[in-house]
């Protein structure tokens, strides 16, 4: 039971510290990337601007991910990750194939998002069918 526990907190924590960080960087992020490119540039700050929002949006999915891929690591699965990261690779080339051409630079900031859904869904089945966690009452 203590590591499903430690497990689900830690999931806890990523999606409280996702949750904080996109509302903390709604307030910084222009001042934040003035101070990292150096540059006034209007187009290059809201280019940036825009990419920070949404992708912030899903720093909680981001933070399970990582703890689900982790964990299903310290369980000794090996092929659930490296499926994740096939599906990471795959979803990559779709969106520079078929779906950047179409939508531009919209087009990059989705890319990420949505792979990091697709992943979590694929990681979190795995670890919840897991043999080892499902035994866990």
Known sequence: ????KAINYSMFL????GISSAILLRFISVPLIKA????NNVLLINTAKNYIAFATLFFAVLGMLLCLRNSLQGLGQKI????S???ELIGKIIFVLLIVPKTGYWGII???????????FQLAYSFYKNPFIKEIK
Not at 14 to 17: E, G, H, R
Not at 80 to 83: D, F, K, Y
Not at 110 to 120: A, F, K, Q, R, T
């Open 110 to 120: 989705l890319c990420e998002p949505i792979i990091w859904v697709i992943m979590c």
């Open 80 to 83: 659930e990750p490296l499926i």
């Open 36 to 39: 990292i490119s150096g540059s």
């Open 14 to 17: 990523s999606v409280f510290w």
């Open 85 to 87: 990261s096939i599906i």
């Open 1 to 4: 039971p203590r590591i499903k």
